[in-house]
């Protein structure tokens, strides 16, 4: 039989294996935020996790959205920004209520306090949510007033996914602070680092603007120095060796 005969099998298998890379385009991104989330609400701590996580990601798929309309690119890059910010928010409303229920005396912060020193450390998660709006609507209107212009579509699309690149640096660097990784889930960032990896092949193979493939490689090599830092901080140090005690001298008489 010639090869026009398995027409009628390769065809849909291939539409198959079409909708399965963008479904997993789609929702893979979220997956990996499943074990953290859950050992949050089982530990009601949420002390090993940064919520600036949270921020890089809103802030690049907001930005990812608004440069759609600039320069289109294929649907599941759209939609899976879309489901990432709202799995960022169920992750912060978690986060902001473990947080907010083990500092009952503390005082209370607000968005419109706009107290630099304690941005993105409020006390209600409807804060947030404020924030977040206000950003888009800034960050939309200058995208309606500039949409015109290809500099500035391109910039933004390079900021994007430059800043979806940096997602994992601010847990890197609460690791590298505490000298620790307890809290953080080992599975997260393993899932982080196939996802991602996955993605910049996607992005390679489907031709999608060069700086999504650029900063998708950036990403995966700040996922594996996370994964370093794992291995690093679990590995138990060596004591220092006690100091041997000199017998004194004897005074003389």
Not at 18 to 37: C, E, H, L, R, T
Not at 66 to 88: C, D, H, K, N, Y
Not at 124 to 141: E, H, I, K, W
Request: with cysteine; net charge neutral; glycine share 6%.
């Amino acid at each position: 039989m010639d090869a026009q005969g398995f027409d009628w099998l390769l065809v849909p298998l291939h539409q198959l294996v079409s909708w399965g890379a963008a479904g997993a385009m789609v929702f893979g991104g979220v997956v990996p935020y499943i074990p953290q989330y859950r050992d949050i609400r089982r530990t009601q701590n949420a002390d090993g996790f940064s919520t600036y996580v949270c921020l890089v990601l809103l802030v690049a798929n907001i930005l990812r959205i608004l440069f759609w309309f600039g320069r289109r690119f294929e649907a599941p890059l759209l939609w899976q920004s879309i489901v990432m910010t709202g799995t960022m928010l169920l992750m912060l409303k978690l986060c902001t209520e473990v947080r907010v229920a083990s500092e009952l005396s503390a005082r209370r912060r607000f968005f419109a306090d706009f107290d630099p020193h304690h941005f993105w450390h409020w006390s209600s998660f409807a804060d947030y949510v404020q924030c977040v709006l206000a950003f888009t609507g800034a960050a939309g209107y200058i995208t309606y007033l500039s949409i015109d212009s290809a500099v500035f579509v391109e910039t933004l699309g390079f900021l994007a996914v430059l800043i979806e690149a940096m997602m994992g640096v601010p847990q890197l660097c609460r690791n590298h602070r505490h000298q620790s990784t307890e809290g953080m889930s080992v599975k997260m960032v393993l899932m982080w680092t196939s996802g991602d990896t996955f993605k910049t092949a996607y992005f390679l193979l489907n031709g999608a603007p060069l700086q999504f493939s650029v900063c998708g490689l950036l990403q995966v090599l700040v996922d594996l120095a996370i994964l370093a830092q794992a291995y690093a901080f679990a590995c138990p140090r060596p004591k220092p060796a006690p100091h041997t005690a000199h017998p004194a001298s004897a005074k003389a008489l």
